[in-house]
């Protein structure tokens, strides 16, 4: 079993709709969480950081993470094309490796 | 454009052979990270460093060495190559490593090998 269970997609929703991307994980150790947004043949770009349980909003992106349920998710509201990527969810034990899922392939459909 | 700057974009090689690629972190960053993504095993963490010293090892084959040069910058040696070794490799940098807080880690645009 993966330490960080995503389901890979892929994804496909209308422009304008809300997006909900999640993640779980095995390790009782993470407390630092992660979106990654990684468009095609590019490096992962940083989306949003969240360090134990809560929500945190930034813009159109909300992060939530739950600790006593091991699950972390992202909301993507009123959708763009521009957010067509795959979006990475990582998370590590303080300052140490990102451990990352998979990644969830999304098209955002004009 | 995340300020870590990866050289060579892309490299294609023969098996057996030996490449190295090169990292320049953010400007002030002292910890550099690798990355392999390859399309069967996603993003795994391959080894770090910390101002020129190793910090942490992943699943970093006996065949592949890094290391970080007083400038920061780092090169990741990739020796004795096989096919299953083409993949994109990433590093990325973050300001410092501490005992409790982590720090988001910054990723460079990738270099593509092809391993023929």
């Known amino acids: 079993q993966k330490e960080v269970e995503q389901d890979p997609g892929p994804l496909s929703v209308p422009e304008g709709a809300i997006v909900s991307l999640n993640c779980t994980y095995s390790?009782?150790?993470?407390?630092?969480f992660m979106w990654y947004r990684q468009y095609s043949r590019k490096g992962p770009e940083l989306l949003m950081y969240?360090?134990?349980?809560g929500n945190k909003e930034d813009g159109r992106f909300t992060a939530q993470v739950d600790k006593s349920s091991k699950y972390i998710s992202l909301f993507i509201r009123d959708s763009q094309p521009s957010d067509s990527a795959t979006y990475l969810c990582a998370m590590s034990v303080g300052a140490q490796k990102l451990v990352f899922g998979q990644g969830t392939r999304l098209t955002i459909n004009p | 454009d995340s300020g870590v700057t990866q050289t060579p974009k892309h490299l294609i090689t023969a098996t057996g052979q030996r490449v190295t690629l090169r990292c320049s972190p953010r400007?002030?960053?002292?910890?550099v990270y690798w990355y392999q993504q390859s399309l069967d095993q996603g993003l795994q963490f391959l080894i770090q460093y910390y101002n020129g010293e190793e910090r942490a090892k992943g699943n970093i084959l006996e065949r592949f060495s890094a290391q970080q040069f007083p400038d920061l910058h780092s090169e990741l040696n990739l020796s004795s190559l096989e096919l299953g070794d083409s993949a994109l490799y990433f590093c990325a940098s973050s300001p410092r490593t501490s005992g409790g807080n982590t720090d988001t880690q910054y990723f460079g645009p990738g270099t593509r090998l092809t391993v023929l």
């Open positions: 390790n009782s150790a993470f407390q630092y």
């Open positions: 969240t360090y134990s349980s």
């Open positions: 400007s002030g960053d002292l910890s």
